[in-house]
């Protein structure tokens, strides 16, 4: 972008919020002033400045972004959803980002709307029954998990039960825990038809991941690898799209269980890791 071109975009807050607005549809001059608030007086120069640098034109009465301007509205964009997302919260600032793959990284400003759920520290080794009901009624459910969560074993097999497609994603060291206390039910809900049971390798830097139609839920490690039951939930669609494609990049690199004999073998090799590392797929 040339630099007379940043200079009209984003010295004057005006411009920007003009730009956006009309990234979203063309405007009339009514409209412009009801929306963004500002009257004609002092928003007509701004206008003059954006259709002067070709990024706006004036159509059938409306105003609205030329091609380029449309090019430098989805860059603006991303831009001020990014900076929205680290304004609204230091989550992201604490935490290691390296579980989320660069392309995830560049458009992490899909999740901006996400607001933050902290554990009351009398109740962090409990159930978090706000969670729980809130995905208790899911179409679809997808768990990506690198730490024990046992509290969230029946709603799995409930949703399976209620004919939701359920998808998760343990790693080898949870996989062990639930196989070694919950085996039967493990093997139960891996038969099930709409269901999907696949594990990965430790060390994966996302500690928890799920997404259903209802919204999304991430949680991350700090950059010491240290966990304080701090959440990030968001429903809106975008973010839930972007949670989905996280799952994707995951599933991709993982295993599938997809038989008692690979159960069986987990179980025999996992504490020698001949398994794990003959089978899994890394990471890197």
């Not at 034109?57 to 090019?71: A, P």
């Not at 799920?210 to 973010?239: K, N």
């Not at 993982?254 to 090799?269: G, N, P, R």
């Amino acid at each position: 972008m040339q630099p007379e071109l940043i200079d009209v975009v984003f010295r004057s807050q005006k411009r920007r919020d003009l730009l956006l607005l009309l990234g979203e549809e063309p405007r009339t001059m009514e409209e412009i002033k009801v929306i963004l608030d500002v009257s004609p007086t002092a928003i007509l120069p701004q206008i003059k400045r954006l259709t002067d640098s070709d990024l706006v034109i004036q159509k059938n009465g409306s105003y609205e972004l030329t091609d380029m301007g449309e090019q430098v509205f989805k860059k603006v964009r991303s831009l001020v959803d990014v900076l929205c997302l680290v304004e609204k919260d230091n989550y992201w600032m604490e935490h290691d980002l390296d579980g989320i793959p660069q392309y995830l990284l560049d458009r992490i400003g899909d999740i901006k709307d996400c607001n933050p759920i902290k554990a009351d520290p009398s109740q962090i080794f409990e159930p978090n029954t706000e969670l729980l009901d809130f995905f208790s009624s899911s179409r679809y459910l997808m768990v990506f998990s690198s730490f024990y969560r046992p509290e969230f074993l029946p709603l799995f097999l409930k949703l399976a039960r209620l004919e939701s497609d359920v998808s998760l994603i343990f790693t080898e060291s949870v996989l062990e825990k639930f196989l070694h206390n919950y085996e039967r039910k493990i093997r139960k809900f891996t038969t099930m038809d709409n269901t999907e049971l696949s594990v990965c390798k430790d060390g994966v830097k996302i500690a928890e991941l799920i997404v259903s139609d209802r919204g999304m839920m991430i949680s991350l490690f700090d950059d010491q690898g240290r966990f304080y039951h701090e959440y990030l939930h968001c429903t809106e669609p975008q973010a839930i799209s972007w949670a989905k494609e996280l799952f994707d990049f995951y599933k991709s690199r993982a295993l599938k269980v997809v038989s008692e004999k690979i159960i069986d073998s987990f179980i025999c090799t996992s504490e020698n890791e001949t398994f794990v590392e003959s089978q899994l797929v890394s990471f890197h």
